[in-house]
């Protein structure tokens, strides 16, 4: 069905949009990718991988990626350590905020309750936000730190959903992210999911886990204004 591309402003607040951030809203690829090396090297970790392996892991929680990159699963901490220590320094000057992220955001906040549910730790998510001028959109922020079981387990999504007070019978809520993680663990919260494009996946897998696909955050969102 075509899509109507006329924006109405619904009553605010009927509707929950929870973005991840690593490839939906924001582009810190080469923070992480450099990151991941620098980890290596500390620990004299002969990673025998490439960089687009690195990227391949992204939206898994760093203990996972590290074991799926060749780390073995008792001193994966030792390298997310290393991990976080160097993030942190580089994390904000090495991030950017994908096209239209922007827009996508400031939209949003005009018709829907907005939230994060990322795998990336909140402590370091949130200065990112700042730099961009976009935490003050969000009621709440769900980081790695905050669950015991990360996506696409359902707790992440339940959690944020909880923290706005979300009810079933009077608004729809929807997931938007970039990797089958986000909407595997909207599948199994139970809510809606949308896939954008300009991330870390294509289209043949998002349309495996949501029939909504769009080229990237504002596209979805202005879908959602429509609905």
Known sequence: MKQNETLYCREKKDMIILFDLDGTLIDSTDAITDTFIYSFSQHNFNFKGTIEDIKK??????????????VSKNK???FVDSYK??????????????????????????????????????IYSTPILDNFDIT?????????????????????????????NYDSSKQQAFMIGDTKLD?????????????????????????????????????????????
């Open 136 to 164: 003050k959109h969000f009621e709440v922020i769900i980081g790695r730190e905050d669950v015991e079981n990360p996506k696409p387990h359902q707790e992440p999504i339940l959690k944020a959903l909880q923290s706005l």
């Open 76 to 78: 994966v901490w030792d």
């Open 183 to 227: 909407l595997i663990s909207a599948q199994n919260a139970y809510i809606n999911s949308i896939g954008v494009l300009c991330g870390y996946s294509n289209e043949d897998e998002l349309l495996k886990y949501t029939n909504i696909v769009k080229k990237d955050s504002l596209e979805a969102v202005k879908y959602l204004a429509t609905i």
């Open 57 to 70: 892991q992204i939206g898994y929680p760093l203990d996972i990626m590290f074991e799926k990159l060749g």
């Open 85 to 122: 220590a160097r993030y942190k320094d580089i994390s904000v000057a090495q991030t950017t905020l994908l096209e239209n992220a922007f827009e996508a955001v400031n939209l949003a906040s005009s018709f829907a309750k907005l939230g994060i549910v990322t795998t990336k730790t909140r």
